[in-house]
């Protein structure tokens, strides 16, 4: 079975300075969807970035972009220029291209905070 | 332009209690869940529907029991509400592409007292 692991519970990062956050998996299959989702104190689950296993190449949403490494199983999001409304937690998700469910396996999540 | 919506977004039960929570979805999704958030926890999967008429259990489906009657609502039922099931709860849909992302409520925050 898949897993997710986040092995950074809180962070922190000084405005305008960049962070990273890590998120390694655990798989046996070649073709599956890796998700950054941020929970900001709303609760409201949104979109930040997805990362297809099969394209080599990283992908970027302004001020966010990962690092992908396929053969490490790791998946870190990169946040340039923090800006105060990105804390929040973060979780990092898989999802398998085999079967029907679709199911997300998720990360614990890191907590991160933005000091002024 | 609606998305993914939850009602309620708050709630408090007495023991014993029963209640539905009900997710609406307008953007055609085959897929629905529910999930649950605990402190520490994640997000723990409870039930999911592959498509109207159909449900499967996920990791955490005791105590709760789930129906798809119509393709955009996906309703969860608690008969008997316990204190261990003081939580947040989760919505979510996705189209049925594998490479599409998941769509979520706004939550509901569930107490049991």
């Known amino acids: 079975a898949q897993t997710v692991t986040q092995s950074q519970p809180e962070m922190s990062v000084q405005e305008a300075e960049t962070v990273t956050l890590s998120c390694t998996y655990d798989?046996?299959?070649?073709?599956?969807?890796l998700f950054w989702y941020k929970q900001p104190p709303s609760r409201q689950m949104i979109l930040v970035i997805r990362?297809?296993?099969?394209k080599q190449q990283n992908a970027t949403e302004n001020r966010f972009s990962v690092n992908f490494q396929k053969a490490a199983k790791s998946f870190s999001l990169k946040i340039s220029d923090s800006q105060l409304g990105d804390a929040a937690m973060y979780f990092c998700?898989?999802?398998?291209?085999?079967?029907?469910?679709?199911?997300?396996?998720w990360g614990l999540g890191t907590s991160l905070a933005v000091n002024p | 332009n609606a998305g993914v919506t939850q009602t309620p977004k708050f709630r408090v039960l007495k023991t014993g209690q029963s209640m539905t929570l009900l997710c609406a979805q307008d953007?055609?999704?085959?897929?629905m869940y529910w999930y649950r958030q605990d402190p520490g926890m994640g997000l723990r999967l409870i039930h999911y529907?592959?498509?109207?008429?159909?449900?499967a259990k996920g990791e955490v489906p005791d105590g709760y029991n789930v129906s798809r009657l119509k393709k955009q609502n996906f309703l969860l039922g608690l008969e008997s509400a316990a204190p261990s099931q003081t939580s947040v709860y989760f919505c979510?849909?996705?189209?049925?592409?594998?490479?599409?992302?998941?769509?979520f409520g706004q939550g509901t925050r569930l107490t049991v007292v």
């Open positions: 529907s592959v498509g109207e008429g159909t449900t």
């Open positions: 979510a849909s996705s189209a049925a592409y594998w490479n599409t992302e998941a769509f």
């Open positions: 798989t046996s299959e070649s073709d599956y969807y």
């Open positions: 953007m055609n999704h085959e897929y």
């Open positions: 990362q297809e296993a099969y």
């Open positions: 998700a898989y999802r398998s291209s085999a079967g029907n469910n679709r199911k997300l396996i």
